[in-house]
């Protein structure tokens, strides 16, 4: 019961509490609307503009509501240069890398360029060498085929001089030339080939002149005979032939073949 009693007394001071609380806020509404209407009559009119521009800066604080504002609008402004000042930043790290990309473009090229010479060039070398080394083989080839050519030679004078009297001769001459057949046939085998100048034009590029014979049964300056053999290894001269030239005969003076014409004195 005792406790009863006490809730019930604090619910009747809760009432009273709220009931002087009503009366209080009622009395200063009732105080302070006169004091606002006059004020309102007596503050002088405001653009609209104006009042535009407070409600902007206006917060629940008062005065220091417009200071914080003005901070934000300082922060505001202060972020944007920044941002400005990164934009511009990037757009120089952008041109400065634009420009180190065309210089490495530039270095590109003249490398691209470079490796292309280098090509050529090495494939100038490669042909270069691989002439020069097929030069060197016929080189070889000919000084060792020039080494040759006299016992063909000798081997050619037997044939024509020597004269088989019995089988036994003959039997020997048989079997040197069967030596000789192969040796002509080894450097058919290597390209060599003998020339033929009989009948053709005297040539010195292939013919060496040792004899002439005057005779008017061949035009001047034709092959007559051919002393030694020459030889040729594919286009290249292994030795010049040794050959006998026509020469046209002298001609006889007319008044040796008619004495009897008469000589005219101007």
Do not use: W
């Not at 417009?66 to 505001?76: D, I, K, L, Q």
């Not at 020069?132 to 040759?148: N, P, Q, V």
């Not at 001459?173 to 000789?180: A, R, T, W």
């Amino acid at each position: 019961m005792i406790e009863e009693d006490k809730q019930q007394e604090n619910l009747d001071n809760q009432q009273d509490d709220s009931l002087e609380q009503s009366s209080n806020q009622s009395d200063a509404t009732s105080v302070e609307a006169p004091t606002t209407s006059t004020e309102a009559k007596q503050a002088p009119s405001v653009p609209d503009q104006d009042l535009s521009e407070e409600e902007e800066f206006d917060t629940d604080d008062g005065n220091q509501g417009r200071t914080v504002s003005a901070a934000e609008m300082a922060a505001a402004v202060a972020r944007a240069a920044e941002q400005a000042a990164a934009v511009e930043s990037l757009m120089m790290s952008n041109q400065a890398y634009q420009a180190q990309i065309e210089e490495l473009k530039g270095q590109v090229e003249e490398l691209k360029a470079q490796y292309a010479r280098l090509g050529a060039d090495f494939d100038n070398f490669r042909k270069r060498t691989e002439k020069e080394k097929e030069e060197l083989d016929l080189l070889s080839k000919c000084a060792t085929i020039r080494e040759l050519l006299p016992v063909i030679d000798n081997f050619e004078r037997a044939r024509s001089q020597i004269k088989p009297q019995n089988d036994a001769e003959m039997n020997i001459h048989k079997s040197y030339q069967s030596v000789y057949k192969q040796m002509v046939d080894a450097l058919k085998k290597l390209g060599v080939s003998p020339m033929r100048p009989e009948g053709q034009e005297f040539d010195p590029n292939l013919h060496e002149a040792i004899m002439r014979e005057t005779t008017d049964q061949y035009p001047e300056g034709t092959v007559v005979e051919e002393l030694m053999r020459g030889y040729v290894l594919d286009s290249r001269i292994l030795r010049h032939a040794m050959v006998k030239v026509a020469v046209a005969p002298e001609p006889v003076a007319a008044a040796e073949e008619n004495p009897e014409t008469p000589v005219t004195e101007n």
